[in-house]
């Protein structure tokens, strides 16, 4: 067997193992996305009711409170990364770590400095092969999230937000995730979450209608305190729940596109190696023939 051939048929079977591993993964992410997209579908309902809670309050009472407040001057901003933990999701996080990159660029160029939070250990490893700095990090989670690792997130953010900037704290708080808008489509996101902007309807009152009356007790500013963290707790769990389906999405059609360039890759070098045996075998009947052709004139 010439060496051209042993070389087709073991580049062969390693493609073939590759595409046994890459179905695996196709058929592991196309069973965890419905799992994933449900806990994304539960965990709205109740951020959307805890957002018309928090408006209430901000809207119904004239309590000024420091989640709610914007700073007259913006000098420090976090940029919350959401990235995967794992390759092999196609450009799952570098459209992630882009969309961030042209968040903070608008930001500087606004004056404002960048202050960098990072979830995933993609983002991790960007930023740190580029020697830039983090000022917190989280991992090990990103596929299969749990709302710990959201409160754990989220008390951190809002803790440097109460701080002032000069005391190491930020001013604003925006995120950066992907939104799941559908199996084949995953949009990465900016959103800026502190201070909160809470709206309590955008339909006009007509002259029949009636005013709500609200009583907060005890007070408004102790309703806010403990509404406003659970609110900002609950916003990053979405976020994280969102970058959880949208992560498996973008595996399964990056691990079918795999499978599927495997398949023809497999074809190919079969035919390449048939067509290989072929010319050996063509080349031991013609070296046959001719040693036949040789001792018969010898004869």
């Not at 660029?105 to 991790?124: A, E, F, H, S, T």
């Not at 092969?129 to 690792?149: C, I, M, Q, V, Y």
């Not at 959103?191 to 009356?213: A, F, N, S, Y």
Request: hydrophobic share 40%.
């Amino acid at each position: 067997m010439g060496a051209g051939l042993r070389e087709l048929r073991r580049r062969r079977k390693s493609v073939m193992a590759t595409k046994k591993i890459t179905k695996a993964m196709e058929l592991i992410a196309s069973s965890r996305i419905i799992k994933a997209q449900q806990a994304a579908a539960h965990a709205l309902p109740f951020t959307r009711e805890l957002n018309r809670a928090v408006s209430a309050v901000a809207t119904y009472s004239d309590e000024d409170h420091p989640l709610t407040s914007p700073y007259e001057t913006v000098d420090r901003v976090a940029v919350l990364y959401i990235t995967s933990d794992r390759g092999m999701n196609g450009a799952y996080s570098s459209n992630a770590i882009r969309a961030a990159d042209r968040l903070i660029q608008r930001l500087r160029d606004d004056g404002k400095q960048p202050v960098r939070y990072v979830v995933g250990r993609k983002g991790i490893t960007h930023l740190r092969f580029r020697n830039l700095d983090l000022e917190a990090h989280w991992e090990g989670f990103t596929d299969s999230p749990k709302f710990e690792d959201a409160v754990q997130i989220a008390d951190k953010l809002v803790e440097d937000f109460l701080k002032s900037s000069a005391n190491g704290g930020v001013d604003e708080i925006w995120v950066v995730y992907t939104r799941m808008e559908s199996m084949i489509s995953q949009v990465p996101r900016a959103r800026r979450i502190l201070p909160l902007e809470v709206v309590e309807g955008v339909h006009e009152l007509g002259e029949h209608d009636i005013i709500p009356q609200y009583r907060f007790e005890p007070t408004p500013e102790k309703v806010l305190d403990a509404l406003l963290p659970l609110y900002v707790r609950s916003r990053i769990w979405f976020y994280l729940q969102q970058c959880a389906a949208s992560q498996l999405a973008s595996q399964q059609r990056a691990m079918k596109s795999a499978t599927d360039n495997a398949e023809q890759l497999i074809q190919t070098l079969t035919r390449q190696a048939n067509q290989a045996r072929q010319a050996e075998i063509t080349q031991e009947i013609s070296e046959i023939v001719g040693g036949a052709g040789a001792l018969a004139e010898q004869n």
